[in-house]
């Protein structure tokens, strides 16, 4: 159960605004995941950048360089902007921007937590949420990778193993038509159950917090990947 969200303001209303709640209250009410596509979020350039004087192939590729460039902007709307902390059963799933930006966005987002470090406090003044935006990430943000060999999330799974979703993206060019196999062999040091936690569980989870679980993962919901925290994990054992 999911709703395409644009990680843009609509109509001028970004995320964050008391207009905007709403929607998070209903996405949550009804049991839906928001998910942003990085088909429905593109970037911002120049438009100088267009002058290619015709070549598609440039073109193209300057158009997929910042596939993330969008979601960046919009997680920090909703972890400063207090999104994440009014409505905590709420998810967003990110799909096909890959995964290499969002450990440095992450890690870009503590530096400027003010009880995390002093200097922040002089630009942005304190910082008012319950939890670190690590911590909202990690407990509200899933991304999902293409099964190619520039999106293995080795990284993820190492820094924030709560976040990573299986997806196969099957039966587009990008896809893998037995991406469970793909990933056996591209992450062999995941156990059994974190791997199931990876293909199925984690999203379990997600659904168990809004109120409406999956049926058919009642019951069960994997420990997530990665080693031991000091924080507590999401989930618990099958």
Do not use: K
Request: some cysteine; aromatic content about 10%.
């Amino acid at each position: 159960r999911s709703c395409l969200f644009s990680a843009g303001p609509t109509y001028g209303i970004p995320h964050f605004l008391s207009a905007y709640d709403r929607v998070g209250s209903a996405a949550v009410d009804r049991g839906m995941l928001p998910i942003l596509h990085v088909g429905a979020n593109p970037a911002t350039f120049a438009p100088g950048w267009g002058n290619v004087e015709g070549n598609m192939t440039l073109l193209r590729q300057l158009g997929v360089c910042q596939g993330h460039q969008s979601v960046q902007v919009f997680l920090n709307g909703m972890v400063f902007g207090g999104v994440f902390e009014r409505h905590p059963g709420l998810s967003i799933l990110i799909t096909e921007c890959g995964t290499h930006w969002l450990g440095s966005t992450v890690e870009h987002m503590e530096n400027r937590n003010g009880r995390r470090y002093v200097s922040p406090n002089v630009f942005f003044g304190e910082y008012p949420w319950a939890l670190s935006p690590a911590e909202f990430v990690r407990r509200q943000v899933r991304v999902s990778p293409l099964p190619q060999p520039d999106q293995i999330p080795t990284r993820v799974i190492a820094e924030l193993p709560e976040c990573i979703v299986f997806s196969s993206g099957y039966a587009h060019n990008e896809g893998n038509p037995n991406p469970v196999d793909w990933y056996r062999t591209v992450l062999p040091e995941l156990s059994d159950e974190q791997l199931a936690w990876f293909l199925g569980g984690n999203m379990a989870d997600v659904f168990a917090r809004m109120g409406h679980p999956l049926a058919a993962a009642a019951g069960c919901r994997p420990a997530p990947l990665g080693p031991p925290r000091t924080t507590t994990p999401l989930g618990g054992p099958c």
